[in-house]
């Protein structure tokens, strides 16, 4: 079976300070991968997606990078966090299927982030 | 990006009272998702539809895709206290190279035993 693995649960950091969100999926081969940002009760925002190695799309212009170094391993990265940065960030999965709805998103537990 | 809007925004009813949630966007999606978000935690897949007008029953919960897979509601019979939480949909495109989802802004809902 699939899973999906995220890390750290928590975390703290400075404004200033680098940060480096890591997930790993296993069970599968050639996931596309997704990174979300989720404030408080709403909605997620699509970040990042990734449909191979080293294959990055960006949704919205940020302080924020991703890569993909492995097929199943995918980090989100930022070289000077913001306070704005702060929030719930989740990691997910699905698999691609042409003709069809594709899978649904398959989530990590996701990273609670805090700048300060 | 993809805008899908929610309403309402927070919903607190009694137990065994009926509610509907809706999702509505412009753009049309190949597929619709709901999910459920429990507190720290990523969301979990309730349904997905496919079919514009297709509708899906889990148990107290009805799914409906519009016609025009523009849309969808949600509507939960005789709501229980398990039934609280953040319910997300999330649209989704299909391109050649991949999948991508857009999430709607979320209904909390609170069933109050």
Redo the contacts between chains.
Sequence with gaps: SQTIHQWPATLVQPVGSPLSLECTVEGTSNP?L?W?RQAA??????LF?S?GIG?ISS??PQNLSASRPQDRQFILSSKKLLLSDSGFY?C?W?V?R?G???????????T?LTVT | ?QL?E?SPQFLSIQEGENLTVYCNSSSVF??L?W?RQEP??????LV?V?TGGEVKKLKRLTFQFGDARKDSSLHITAAQPGDTG?Y?C?G?I?T???????????T?LTVIP
């Design positions: 596309n997704y979300y009760g709403r909605g997620l925002q699509l997606y449909v294959q949704e919205v989740l997910a699905s691609l042409r069809q709805g594709g899978t649904p998103l398959h989530f990590g537990n996701g609670r | 990006t899908l929610q190949s597929s998702q999910y720290g935690e990523g969301p979990v897949l997905t496919v953040l997300l999330a989704g299909n050649n190279t991949g999948n991508q989802f857009y999430f709607g802004t979320g909390s």
